[in-house]
Every structure is written in structure tokens, then in C-alpha cells.
């Protein structure tokens, strides 16, 4: 009985040393360099672009064309909005602005969580969206409530929000 366990562990200890290396890249950073060089001079493409744009007409044109890319690329937007059946569940009040901790409805029962920060005063202000980049701790992270405290205290409105799989959104909201 005992040599059953034994001849287990000696089998897959012989399957695990025997495993190919699947590395594409002996060394990875040649790639990262040939990826940075196509970044830059996609830069330079656009720069020079860019400086082609002479009038009003020009950069409509320009915007329109960046604007049918965009949306070939990701398909086009929903043809009606969805109600947002946004329900705030918490305010922090503080001096000279609010905080509002909100879920919404991107599109249908595709909830999003959020913080609006909210000057202290009649409406309507202008407002941004943060985007948290990389964070796993998205509308909560130090550079986005630095951001958003930024743009309240000059008068506008701010809005983080926990993109999928980040933040709250780690989680499913029911």
C-alpha cells in the first residue's frame, strides 16, 4: 500500500522535469525594444499628421475619419440609451464639495460603481471622467481621489468609476 504514494510522487516528479520550455524569447527585451521603436514612430506618423491640420475644416475632417476608425474598431454604439437607474447609497459632505458614492447602469443590469464629487453650490458644473488605469483598487486609488479632489476644488464635477474586475467591481453586484 505504502508503495503506491511512493511510485505516484516518483512519476509526477519525472512528468514535471521532463516539461518543454515554451519560452517564445530566450531574451524578451529585444521584442520590448522593437515594439518601443514601432510605438515611436507611430507617434512620429501622427505628429506629422497632426501638423498637416491647417483649418477649422481640416481638423473636423481629421476628427471625423479618427471618429469612423474608432468605431470599426469596437463596433458602433447602442442604437437607444438605457435608463441608468442610478441609486446613490452614501454622501460624505465636506467643505465645499460632496462626495457621492453611486451604482449605475452602464447598459442594461451592467452595473458600475462610482464616486461623483460634487462642488458645494448650484449647478450645472462641467465635468470629467478619471479613468483608473491599472489600479486594482481603481476609484479609491491616492492619484484618482488627488485628481478628483483637483477638479472639485476648481469647480467641477469628477467621476471615478471601478472598471471590470477592479475596485468593487472584483466582485458581482446583484
Not at 491647417?54 to 474598431?73: G, T, V
Not at 440609451?81 to 447609497?89: C, Q, R
Not at 489600479?135 to 469628477?158: E, W
Request: aromatic letters at 8%; glycine letters at 6%; charged letters at 25%.
Amino acid at each position: 500500500m505504502r508503495t503506491l504514494p511512493l511510485a505516484l510522487v516518483l512519476l509526477l516528479t519525472s512528468v514535471a522535469w521532463s516539461q518543454d520550455d515554451l519560452r517564445c524569447l530566450e531574451n524578451p527585451q529585444p521584442y520590448y525594444s522593437v515594439l518601443q521603436q514601432r510605438a515611436y514612430e507611430a507617434l512620429d506618423r501622427r505628429s506629422e499628421v497632426l501638423k498637416a491640420l491647417q483649418s477649422p475644416e481640416d481638423i473636423r475632417a481629421y476628427q471625423q475619419r479618427q471618429r469612423e476608425f474608432f468605431l470599426k474598431q469596437i463596433g458602433d454604439f447602442p442604437a437607444e440609451k438605457s435608463p441608468l437607474n442610478a441609486v446613490t447609497t452614501r454622501v460624505i459632505e465636506e467643505d465645499g464639495y460632496r462626495i457621492e458614492n453611486v451604482i449605475f447602469d452602464s447598459r442594461p443590469h451592467h452595473r458600475i460603481t462610482a464616486n461623483l464629487y460634487l462642488p458645494k453650490g448650484k449647478g450645472p458644473f462641467a465635468g470629467v471622467v478619471v479613468a483608473s488605469g491599472h489600479s486594482r483598487t481603481a476609484k479609491t486609488a491616492d492619484y484618482n481621489q488627488r485628481f478628483a479632489l483637483m477638479m472639485v476644488r476648481n469647480g467641477m464635477a469628477a467621476l471615478c468609476f471601478d472598471p471590470i474586475g477592479q475596485g468593487e467591481r472584483s466582485q458581482i453586484l446583484n
